[in-house]
């Protein structure tokens, strides 16, 4: 199983990045796959997650900001930014809990036995 990340980048506060995480090797949907994030000295917080029946949670920090969603038909994974503030600012990585089938969404990382190599965000005000 092989998750690839992609559509990090540099933009301005107020504005809004689309990040996608391709999965092969596995149905997405088999699984939970949820987005962290990760700034230096620091751990990984939970971001957002999709569990396998399409439920989908958010850290206290989105605020209704962010939007997680699944294709199936692609294996792929998006995390939809908006409003994105200097605090966004981190390495976000992808990773995805396939244990087993029908896994749901945990906040914590250790869960989680596939991880991408994270794309970096960065705002700047």
């Known amino acids: 199983v092989q998750l690839v990340e992609s559509g990090g980048g540099s933009v301005q506060a107020g504005e809004s990045l689309r990040l996608s995480c391709v999965v092969s090797g596995r149905a997405a949907s088999d699984g939970a796959v949820a987005w962290f994030r990760q700034t230096p000295g620091q751990e990984r917080d939970f971001v957002a997650g999709v569990s396998w029946d399409a439920s989908t949670y958010y850290g206290d920090f989105v605020q209704g900001r962010f939007i997680i969603s699944r294709e199936n038909f692609e294996n792929t994974v998006y995390l939809q930014m908006n409003n994105l503030n200097p605090e966004d600012t981190a390495l976000y990585y992808c990773?995805?809990?396939?244990?087993?089938?029908?896994?749901?969404?945990?906040?914590?990382?250790?869960?989680?036995?596939?991880w991408g190599q994270g794309t970096q965000v960065t705002v700047s005000s």
């Open positions: 990773a995805a809990n396939l244990r087993s089938t029908h896994t749901t969404v945990i906040r914590q990382p250790s869960p989680y036995n596939y």
